[in-house]
């Protein structure tokens, strides 16, 4: 089965600062979609950035960008210029095409003023 | 235009009852899943439904199961509800459910069984 690991139970990053977040995944599969969504406390889960496996290029999103490492099953999250907003908790999610997503445990982001 | 809207928002059950918990999806998405999220975890996928068939399942036992109607709203049942089943359930619409296709999160029900 696959299996998506967020090794960074918490991270904090002074505003302005850039923070990665880091996401490993584990796949047999070639084909498969990649996701970083983001919880705010309020709990609706909203979508930052998707990457398509057959895309060598990384995917950006203004301040949000990934690094996709497919050989080494690597998805980590940059968000430069942090806001205030940006404090959330975020989850690395992967895709295939038997359809069911996986998440990983999340990341805690603190955003220091 | 709306997002995808749950209901209720809470829900307090006992062990043994039984719930079910309602989801509309975005206008024009056909496809809505529903996910099990423990405190402290990422979400655990439950099903997903597509045209009011079953797409997948995850693993989850037969107390769960779910439906979706012909206005593509959806419905998830847990029957014999056990302590462990508290938890946030989420459900997330798509245009038509493909691999590809960006999920959009409700709010959620914060189901809490005592």
């Known amino acids: 089965a696959q299996t998506v690991t967020q090794s960074q139970p918490e991270m904090s990053v002074q505003e302005a600062e850039t923070v990665t977040l880091s996401c490993t995944y584990d796949t047999s599969e070639s084909d498969y979609y990649l996701f970083w969504y983001k919880q705010p406390p309020s709990r609706q889960m909203i979508l930052v950035i998707r990457q398509e496996a057959y895309k060598q290029q990384n995917a950006t999103e203004n301040r949000f960008s990934v690094n996709f490492q497919k050989a080494a099953k690597s998805f980590s999250l940059k968000i430069s210029d942090s806001q205030l907003g940006d404090a959330a908790m975020y989850f690395c999610a992967y895709r295939s095409a038997l359809v069911q997503f996986y998440f990983g445990t999340g990341t805690s982001l603190t955003v220091i003023p | 235009d709306a997002g995808v809207t749950q209901s209720p928002t809470h829900l307090i059950k006992t062990r043994g009852q039984h719930v079910t918990l309602r989801c509309s999806p975005i206008s024009g998405h056909k496809s809505v899943s529903w996910y099990q999220q423990v405190l402290g975890q990422g979400p655990q996928f439950i099903f997903q439904?597509?045209?009011?068939?079953?797409?997948g399942r995850g693993n989850f036992p037969d107390r769960f199961s779910a439906r979706q109607f012909p206005n593509y709203s959806s419905e998830l049942n847990v029957n014999a509800l056990l302590l462990g089943d508290s938890a946030l359930y989420l459900c997330a619409s798509s245009f038509r459910g493909r691999t590809g296709d960006t999920q959009y999160f409700g709010p959620g029900t914060r189901l809490t069984v005592l």
């Open positions: 439904y597509y045209e009011k068939e079953e797409r």
